[in-house]
């Protein structure tokens, strides 16, 4: 059996003496799309942040295309090929688009000219306003700015903290088709998404937490047939 590219395996962990994660594991392969959905306090955005070392480990490993990384820094991480983006406060808002896009490729000594017009083919709407500040633009835009920017490091895992709280339904949509696109490339993208049908649907993998631990884990398709995870998280 072949190692996932990125194996989170058996996390335990949390803020000071409480454990938030019990036993989870989250596993991702190259270009897969996994998303993570739960109630609220199920510990989805503590799972993302173990995995990106904000958070230490009481037990469990973080591996990364076989490397063991779980005792490195979030800067080690995005050396290795991690792209991390916040849900809130993940751009420079006093900086234009294209300073943020180029804050984003602090970690790069090559010529990465070619990286932010990927970045701007990607999102045209963004690429329009590239002289403008990015605390200007509108909230959609600006998730395409930090999306952009953690795409500036060439990461071969993107991992997105709820990137569509707060935005209209078509904008929505249209994050969720950028994301496709950039799984296609053969980056790996572990989302966490508070809505949750819409993240299933274009799901290859799903991970239902419930209090810190695995309670489904299915692809996108089967969790959206269950119907026990459809009346219990999605609504019926």
């Known amino acids: ?27 991702v392969e190259r270009g897969q799309i996994a998303v993570i959905v739960g109630p609220n306090g199920a510990g989805k955005s503590t799972a993302m942040k173990a995995v990106f070392g904000m958070l230490n480990l009481r037990e469990g490993a973080v591996l990364l295309d076989g490397e063991d990384i779980t005792r490195l820094s979030p800067q080690e991480r995005v050396r290795k090929g991690m792209g991390f983006v916040p849900q809130t406060h993940n751009i420079f808002p006093s900086m234009t688009v294209e300073e943020n896009l180029e804050m984003g490729a602090f970690i790069r000594d090559d010529d990465y000219r070619e990286t932010i017009a990927q970045v701007y083919e990607l999102f045209p709407a963004v690429a329009d306003k590239r002289r403008q ?17 953690a795409l500036m490091t060439r990461p071969s895992l993107l991992m997105l903290d709820e990137p569509t709280a707060g935005v209209s339904p078509i904008v929505m949509d249209e994050l969720f088709d950028r994301i496709i696109e950039i799984a296609r490339t053969g980056i790996s993208i572990l989302m966490v ?6 993240a ?27 119907p026990d995870v459809r009346r219990t998280f999605l609504g019926g």
């Open 1 to 27: 059996m072949t190692q996932a590219y990125l194996s989170a395996s058996q996390m335990r962990g949390g803020y000071g003496k409480a454990d938030i994660l019990n036993d989870c594991t989250i596993t």
């Open 133 to 149: 500040n990015a605390g200007e633009l509108s909230g959609g835009q600006r998730q395409q700015v930090a999306v952009g920017r």
């Open 200 to 226: 299933l649907e274009i799901a290859d993998i799903g991970y239902v937490l419930v209090q810190g631990t695995n309670r489904y884990t299915d692809t996108g398709k089967a969790l959206m047939a269950d």
């Open 193 to 198: 998404e508070q809505n949750a049908r819409q």
